[in-house]
């Protein structure tokens, strides 16, 4: 039941009693405000027609009941678990039909290995606000003048932006000119400029 694309390690869902599972699923976001409680966004690899394989996506809603560990056995925090790390997870079948699908995890494992003990591997990038556009919610960094060197970062409701204290602030608070550092995912859509979601937006 389990395939490797290449260079690629990403798992197949597979089904174990009543219980769904992706060995070496992919971690893309990660959100918790209290290391308990959150989600993980991962991706894994599916099989479509003509046994092409394609990736997918999954968010698992992590609750209070959900045992997160290493592959010790010893409890890890959702805030220790950055993307590209590699987890297996176990989750129930009963899906929503949103996109991307949401499950509620009953059990996630880190795996070690050296991708997963570099914070680093989330990105992040320091730069200039050109623009922020509350009402269609996203922010661009860059160079004011050459679209080229910009970024556009999309803010989600998961977004935490802090101030230059370290105080939680509003989106609104942001101006241009401002310098920030933002943490974001490791995928840029390729677009002019190309676009983002921003996980984290600290003022300098």
Known sequence: PMINMGTDNRGTMIRVGNVWRINNALIEEGFTDDG??????????ATGP???THIEQLRLNVGNNTVVADSFGRRVSLSQIYPGMWADVEFSPAMTRSIPPQANAFRVVVRQNRQNQAPASRPVTRGQIVDVDTQNS?????????????????VTDETVI???????????????????????ADFMAMSIPPQTTA??????
């Open 36 to 45: 308990r409680t959150g989600y993980l966004l991962v991706s894994y690899a």
């Open 50 to 52: 003509n046994d092409i």
């Open 138 to 154: 996203f922010l661009i960094t860059g160079n004011q003048n050459d679209v080229n060197h910009q970024i556009r970062f999309v």
């Open 162 to 184: 802090l101030g230059r204290n370290g105080n939680r602030i509003s989106m609104q608070a942001l101006r241009p000119g401002q310098w920030v550092r933002v943490t974001h």
């Open 199 to 204: 996980f984290r937006i600290q003022v300098l």
